[in-house]
């Protein structure tokens, strides 16, 4: 059966520091990825989507990039966080097809 | 302007009482209209529909897509407190990346 994991779920980091989040995916091959924020109370944001090794799209121009080394991982990254980065991040995954999403548990992040 | 219009944003209710969340959109292109529950956490999944018409029931959850009129209905009958969540709408686009628009989600409060 597939599976996601994302880590870590919890992160407080100071303003101008650098950030990672990380996704993988087992028993499934060639997903499409996508990293979503939502803000408190509200519908998911899409940020960056992924249907293959180093094919990245953008929907947000913002202070994160994304990229995907390998087939079933999926990085969140930034070089210098902005408090305006906080927020709860979601990693999913979907086949080609009908497009049921497969979320992660969710990052939460704060920057101070 | 948001493609995917879900109301009202926020509902409190009864335990006991039926309720029904309405999501709207404007466009046609789509592979699916997705429904999802979100918690604490990652959002699950909870129905999937595709054709207008036809009715999906799970429990005291059903839902039906209504592509003529371009709008979705999630019913909840007989509400309980665990029944307390987000619900957001997602429409998946016909693309290789699947694409998905969120709604902006209705936050529902079942009170004992």
């Known amino acids: 059966s597939q599976t996601i994991h994302q880590w870590p779920a919890t992160l407080v980091q100071p303003v101008g520091s650098p950030l990672s989040l990380e996704c993988t995916v087992e028993g499934t091959s060639n997903p499409n990825l996508y990293w979503y924020r939502q803000a408190a109370g509200r519908g998911l944001q899409l940020l960056f989507y992924?249907?293959?090794?180093?094919?990245i799209s953008s929907e947000v121009p913002q202070n994160l990039s994304a990229s995907r080394p390998q087939d079933r991982q999926f990085i969140l990254s930034s070089k210098k966080l902005l408090l305006s980065d906080s927020g709860f991040y979601l990693c999913?995954?979907?086949?080609?097809?009908?497009?049921?999403?497969?979320f992660g548990e969710g990052s939460r992040l704060t920057v101070l | 302007e948001d493609k995917v219009v879900q109301s009202p944003l926020s509902l409190v209710v009864h335990e006991g009482d039926t309720v029904t969340l309405n999501c709207s959109y404007e466009v046609t292109n789509f592979r699916s209209l997705l429904w999802y529950k979100q918690e604490k956490k990652a959002p699950t999944f909870l129905f999937m529909l595709t054709s207008s018409g036809i009715e999906k029931k799970s429990g005291r959850l059903s839902s039906i897509l209504d592509k003529k009129e371009l709008f979705s209905i999630l019913n909840i009958t007989a509400t309980q407190t665990g029944d307390s969540a987000i619900y957001l709408c997602v429409l998946v686009f016909l693309n290789a990346g699947n694409m998905l628009t969120f709604g902006g989600g209705t936050r529902l409060m079942v009170k004992p």
């Open positions: 999913a995954w979907s086949v080609v097809g009908p497009g049921e999403l497969f």
């Open positions: 992924s249907v293959g090794i180093g094919q």
